[in-house]
């Protein structure tokens, strides 16, 4: 809400339109030995808008930064190079429209980069459709696991143990509603599971991340052949740092 200031006679013909005399007339409900006469007891006096910015900033100066510090908050999304291109064309105005694409007669832009950023992950990992309509990448996997059972028309789903643990629960959640089967292998911490034998005639899908929740980069040709020679579709979860120049990791 915006601040909007009111003069005394702003207040006074306010309180004359509604009969009072002054503020304390809208309190008279209130007992006297509940009203406050001054500053509450016990706690300190307001401080300037600079005091508290200073104060704030001191506290988050013993913050250790996620760039100077090996960390693994977000499981798989670690430090990766974002090119200042993307900051520059992000902050273009045709682009900074309405969040939501529901309305398309104030949401042009967000159609637009959505548009452009599905055509362009279409060519560049040579598919022959993409789509940028899912909100994160737990729903997508979720939605690509159903999409393999109705392509299939197999209700088992295999997923690796290295795929994001919130990934693996998204994609049991919607398989529960729907009555599928998820068959979840064990955490693998070097990418040496043999998914392969899993596979049966039942199986409609393996998902495997890359690099997958430990770091691990594996080659999905191997697989996708023995997942494709039984009839399932493999579903690769990529994450946007996997397609970096290795030169630009740390």
Known sequence: MRYLPLTQPDRQAMLATIGAKSIDDLFVDVPEEARLSGPIPGL????????????????ARKNMAASHHPFFLGAGAYKHHVPASVDHLIQR???????????????????????????????????????????????????????????TKRRKAVL??????????????????????????????TARENLAELIDSETSCIVVQN?????????????????????????????????????ALP
């Open 211 to 247: 690099p997958d929740v430990f770091g691990n980069i594996r080659d999905l040709r191997p697989l996708a052949e023995a997942a494709h020679a039984k009839g399932a579709l493999l579903i690769a979860v990529v994450g946007p740092c996997s397609i970096t120049a290795p030169s």
């Open 160 to 189: 690796s143990g290295g795929l994001h643990p919130h990934y693996a629960d998204v994609v049991k959640t919607l398989s529960r509603m729907a009555g599928d089967i998820v068959v979840a292998a064990p955490a693998d911490l």
């Open 93 to 151: 105005g045709e682009f900074l429209t309405a969040y939501t694409p529901y309305q398309p007669e104030i949401a042009q832009g967000t159609l637009q980069y959505l548009f452009e950023f599905q055509t362009q992950v279409a060519a560049l990992t040579g598919m022959e459709v993409a789509n940028a309509s899912m909100y994160d990448g737990s729903t997508g996997t979720g939605e690509a696991v159903l999409m393999a059972h109705r392509v």
């Open 44 to 59: 300190p006096m307001h401080a300037s808008e600079m005091a508290v910015e200073n104060h704030f900033s001191n506290l």
